[in-house]
């Protein structure tokens, strides 16, 4: 795994390489769009839609860290990776048009409390005023991984306490019994206990692992998301976690796919910041027919294929004959940052 600090700096990529590339004038408005404009990572429920968000764009600087612009918008470094196969987030060229998946299709389960989907390292909260907030995740890494089930909220802390489990101090023998708040403590300013012993929902000391499989189980986010989230969640929110790699939905009237990475292609994002294409995954196919029903026939079937083999991680339009991604038609201001 490519370590997070103390990287050599290594010379800069050429801006000729492949990849979208915009005239003076919309390099200009994306620089002014880019000062004032921020994420959007709470939507409001849309009726008989399975789709919150949209697709936007950045565009790279020479002195941009695209795991900055990642934390910016509430995305992690592997997501992005996945859907701009081979671009360097820590040395990207400059003059790139990155494509941010802020669009995302909601999960297969009951759209109240918590829904943590494993597969895509995002978190969903469906607030009783309606509203939804999705937010990128940290998980456990593997021989450590984040559990399957339902559990809920037991309770809540601010600046917490960490005691490390017997199992981690065993991996790690210099660790103090306790670790008090502060500057130090691997769970941040806020912390969400799940009924699940030893296992949470927390802030971080090290951003850059979120969005990735890092943890030793917990369930980590940003520490500026973890704080405001921290506010509205009450203590009993029921809590689901599931591993849905391929997600379908409806919006507008027509159906939509979502496929990510399996785990074995995260690791591969991890090194090589590109991945290995595999083919669909078994029963993806039967999955999509079943949630078309009756309109299976008006489905696309060579771009189901061909995403399922991509694995790009944000939703594509797979039946009708629009254009097939979320706002991706044509690049506007609004769409720049």
Same mark, same amino acid.
């Given at each position: 795994?490519?370590?997070?600090?103390?990287?050599?700096?290594?010379?800069?990529?050429?801006?000729?390489?492949?990849?979208?590339?915009?005239?003076?004038?919309?390099?200009?408005?994306?620089?002014?769009?880019?000062?004032?404009?921020?994420?959007?990572?709470?939507?409001?429920?849309?009726?008989?839609?399975?789709?919150?968000?949209?697709?936007?764009?950045?565009?790279?600087?020479?002195?941009?860290?695209?795991?900055?612009?990642?934390?910016?918008?509430?995305?992690?470094?592997?997501?992005?990776?996945?859907?701009?196969?081979?671009?360097?987030?820590?040395?990207?060229? $400059?003059?790139?048009?990155?494509?941010?998946?802020?669009?995302?299709?909601?999960?297969?389960?009951?759209?109240?409390?918590?829904?943590?989907?494993?597969?895509?390292?995002?978190?969903?909260?469906?607030?009783?005023?309606?509203?939804?907030?999705?937010?990128?995740?940290?998980?456990?890494?593997?021989?450590?991984?984040?559990?399957?089930?339902?559990?809920?909220?037991?309770?809540?802390?601010?600046?917490?306490?960490?005691?490390?489990?017997?199992?981690?101090?065993?991996?790690?023998?210099?660790?103090?019994?306790?670790?008090?708040?502060?500057?130090?403590?691997?769970?941040?300013?806020?912390?969400?206990?799940?009924?699940?012993?030893?296992?949470?929902?927390?802030?971080?000391?090290?951003?850059?692992?979120?969005?990735?499989?890092?943890?030793?189980?917990?369930?980590?986010?940003?520490?500026?998301?973890?704080?405001?989230?921290?506010?509205?969640?009450?203590?009993?929110?029921?809590?689901?976690?599931?591993?849905?790699?391929?997600?379908?939905?409806?919006?507008?009237?027509?159906?939509?796919?979502?496929?990510?990475?399996?785990?074995?292609?995260?690791?591969?994002?991890?090194?090589?910041?590109?991945?290995?294409?595999?083919?669909?995954?078994?029963?993806?196919?039967?999955?999509?027919?079943?949630?078309?029903?009756?309109?299976?026939?008006?489905?696309?079937?060579?771009?189901?294929?061909?995403?399922?083999?991509?694995?790009?991680?944000?939703?594509?339009?797979?039946?009708?004959?629009? $254009?097939?991604?979320?706002?991706?038609?044509?690049?506007?201001?609004?769409?720049?940052?």
């Amino acid at each position: 795994m490519r370590p997070m600090s103390g990287r050599k700096p290594r010379p800069r990529p050429s801006a000729a390489g492949k990849g979208p590339r915009l005239g003076r004038r919309a390099l200009l408005l994306a620089g002014l769009s880019a000062a004032t404009l921020g994420p959007a990572a709470v939507w409001a429920a849309r009726p008989g839609s399975d789709l919150i968000g949209r697709l936007r764009f950045h565009l790279t600087r020479r002195e941009d860290v695209l795991l900055d612009v990642a934390r910016r918008w509430d995305l992690g470094m592997l997501e992005l990776s996945a859907a701009n196969p081979g671009i360097d987030p820590w040395i990207p060229p $400059p003059d790139r048009l990155v494509l941010l998946p802020t669009a995302h299709l909601l999960p297969d389960a009951p759209r109240r409390g918590i829904v943590i989907n494993l597969a895509e390292l995002r978190l969903y909260y469906f607030r009783p005023d309606g509203v939804i907030e999705t937010h990128a995740i940290g998980i456990g890494r593997q021989g450590r991984e984040t559990p399957l089930g339902t559990t809920r909220i037991v309770r809540k802390a601010k600046n917490p306490t960490w005691y490390p489990p017997a199992s981690i101090r065993r991996e790690d023998p210099s660790l103090p019994r306790v670790v008090p708040p502060g500057p130090d403590n691997p769970l941040g300013t806020r912390a969400l206990y799940l009924g699940w012993p030893s296992y949470l929902i927390h802030g971080t000391i090290k951003p850059y692992g979120v969005g990735r499989r890092v943890s030793a189980g917990c369930i980590r986010m940003y520490p500026e998301q973890i704080e405001s989230m921290y506010e509205r969640v009450p203590i009993g929110t029921p809590v689901r976690v599931l591993e849905q790699t391929i997600k379908v939905g409806w919006h507008e009237g027509e159906l939509w796919l979502e496929a990510h990475p399996d785990y074995d292609q995260l690791e591969e994002l991890e090194i090589r910041y590109t991945m290995t294409p595999k083919p669909p995954p078994a029963g993806a196919f039967d999955h999509i027919r079943r949630k078309a029903g009756e309109r299976a026939h008006e489905i696309d079937w060579d771009r189901v294929e061909a995403e399922l083999v991509a694995r790009r991680g944000y939703p594509v339009r797979i039946t009708g004959s629009r $254009p097939r991604t979320v706002n991706t038609a044509a690049v506007s201001l609004g769409d720049l940052y």
